[in-house]
């Protein structure tokens, strides 16, 4: 049991920082419409295509930990269009926007 121990706080400590949240969705139609383009551009990112070669097929730990990494990078992907195309979340941080 205590020779698992050190996996099991790996684990937990990569769920803590691998859970992102999604970016808050704006509304209005277009900016919906950039929305699902985002989501479909996030898709083809390359850091996806990359985490792929890492599945190990019968291994229930690391498809956890794949599926944990992979919706972080689309979080990711998605919050970095969003803001290219001038439609994301503004400000950032954990502080309040000061004004």
Do not use: S
Request: glycine share 8%; aromatic share 2%; with cysteine.
């Amino acid at each position: 049991m205590i020779r698992f121990a050190p996996l099991a706080l790996t684990a937990a400590l990569a769920a803590c920082a691998a859970a992102a949240p999604e970016p808050p969705l704006p509304q209005g139609e277009a900016e919906r419409a950039a929305i699902a383009a985002c989501r479909a551009e996030a898709q083809n990112d390359p850091r996806l295509v990359a985490l792929g070669r890492r599945v190990l097929p019968g291994n229930e730990r690391n498809r956890i930990l794949i599926e944990e990494e992979r919706r972080a990078i689309e979080a990711d992907a998605i919050a970095r269009c969003l803001r290219a195309r001038g439609a994301g979340p503004r400000g950032g941080g954990v502080e309040a926007v000061r004004r």
